[in-house]
């Protein structure tokens, strides 16, 4: 490979989970862009069938839907996925739930649901697909599990979303942990943490908040699509290909700025 096609992922067949809005979509746009076969799982149909119309124009967007809080979620999609494509060359596990309330009144069901969907789906469907990740490797070029954390597991966030940022600091470490388990079978897993991007998730706190993040960001900006596009087209080409284990803040330089 010449160091022209360093960043290729044209051909790769790709599953985005969380893939119908917000980095989800950033990072499946990304992909299909690119080059590569992208599939986009969500749990409602009209919002992932609306977001894979609007990719397809710019390449190959195939959208599934998946309830992925569920052990048998993962499963079947991982199933829709072994029916449709002999290998699974990349896997972005985004798709995640927030929670806030007081420390007082933070319910047991925020944790079960933001646990649930941010840590255990993970799991769940990193393992699912591992027949698939193998047979996609190559000399060279592993298969690539790339999970979404969050800056806020790795700092201490200001908002009480108690579950959330717990949840993503075990995203981070489960990343750390699955790495060092996977690399002798060709699949490298590592982890993106972004800082504040638009999204649905981060709608009401931009609102509220937005113009004193942007200031009290070093590069004084929120995220755009193209930092989180770059960041997963990077560790899913060559030119991440010895790089695992690794949480990658996206922040702009935030958690510097302490």
Not at 203 to 225: N, Q, V, W, Y
Request: hydrophobic share 45%.
């Amino acid at each position: 490979m010449g160091m022209k096609d360093l960043f290729s992922v044209a051909g790769k067949v790709v599953l985005v989970t969380g893939g119908s809005r917000g980095i989800g979509e950033m990072i499946a746009q990304g992909f299909v862009e690119n080059g590569a076969k992208v599939y986009i799982a969500a749990r409602k149909q009209a919002e992932v069938e609306a977001t894979a119309a609007r990719l397809a124009p710019l390449g190959t967007c195939i959208p599934l839907t998946a309830d992925l809080s569920t052990e048998a979620g993962c499963l079947a999609l991982a199933a829709e996925i072994a029916k449709r494509e002999p290998a699974l060359h990349v896997l972005v596990n985004n798709a995640g739930a927030n929670w806030g309330a007081p420390l007082a009144e933070f319910p047991d069901s925020g944790w079960d649901k933001v646990l649930a969907l941010n840590v255990k789906s993970v799991f769940h469907l990193t393992r699912s697909c591992l027949s698939m990740l193998e047979k996609a490797k190559r000399p060279g070029d592993p298969a690539r599990v790339i999970n979404i954390g969050s800056i806020d597991g790795l700092h201490v966030p200001l908002l009480e979303t108690y579950s959330y940022s717990a949840s993503k600091a075990a995203v981070h470490h489960l990343t750390r942990t699955l790495a060092r388990r996977l690399a002798g079978q060709g699949i490298t897993v590592n982890a993106v943490a972004p800082g504040p991007f638009e999204s649905k998730m981060m709608a009401e706190t931009l609102r509220t908040f937005g113009d004193s993040i942007r200031e009290s960001c070093p590069l004084k900006r929120i995220g755009e699509p193209e930092d989180m596009a770059g960041v997963a087209l990077y560790l899913a080409s060559r030119a991440g290909a010895y790089v695992t284990g690794v949480v990658i803040p996206v922040d702009g330089g935030i958690l510097l700025a302490g």
